[in-house]
């Protein structure tokens, strides 16, 4: 890895806390619904720090994969504009592309059973709150790096727009938060912390509802938008309350349900009861 990709990476670390800390302020001081403990918050920051480690490893091929695809295309098929009123229509076209990147790779998260096993993790925490912003399974960033980053990347040259668009990311750190704010039958203009925790929600009456990270106008075109009822704050998690009960268990939490001993028997032919089907060897 470069000096500069590492300090790149590292210098991520200084606004993430930042917007972490403030916004965890914001949730002692008005909280939607009683916090839980203060062992899920740890281990939502340890999957934070596991991401961060993944990316220092991968970023040298991933980057270097996105960046030649873009230098191949000369930077981008379409240049918007930087400057002037241009760069107001750049911006906001760079945020609906990057946004529709976002909830299209959101969507394949649910719908995909090996994305979903990674996905999981960061719908397993029963404490919905601004740290299970960062509560992703390491491998997750990586796959945005070459999906999402790489399309958008190549259908555009934007460098003012992709500053403001990496502002408005940390958006997200409030769109998780545990504070009773919604947007009412405003809610299909911008994402908010009670509209995101029905996405959340444990209970099977939310599932397939407000996938969108930042505009809600894409779940209203897909016919997955729900709009919160006044003080509606449900529980969140997954429906069958699986939740990581260890460090290690974030680590390698797709294998979760992997079971060697059955994985044998299967590959044996012996079945769980006994007696094998047929001769073995």
Known sequence: MTLLGMLGILASIAPTLLALIGVAALERRYPAVSAGGRADRAQNLKVWMTSLAAQLVLSPALGGLTTLAVNAAGGGFLELPASGLGLL?????????????????????????????????????????????????????????????????????AAPAVVVYMVLTFYNFVSHANVPLGFGRASWLWNSPQYHRLHHAAAAEYHDCNYAALLPIFDVLFGAYRRPRPGEFPPTGLDDGAAPKSYAETVAWPLRKWQPQRWLQRRRRIPLSGAPTRPVG
């Open 89 to 157: 229509v750049g911006i906001l076209l760079y945020l609906l592309a990057m946004d529709f990147g976002e909830y299209i790779f959101h969507r394949a998260q649910h719908a995909i059973p090996a994305l979903w096993e990674m996905h999981s993790l960061h719908h397993s925490d029963p404490d919905f709150d601004t740290t299970t912003t960062v509560r992703h399974f390491w491998l997750d960033p990586a796959l945005k790096t070459v999906t999402i980053w790489l399309a958008v990347g190549l259908l555009f040259k």
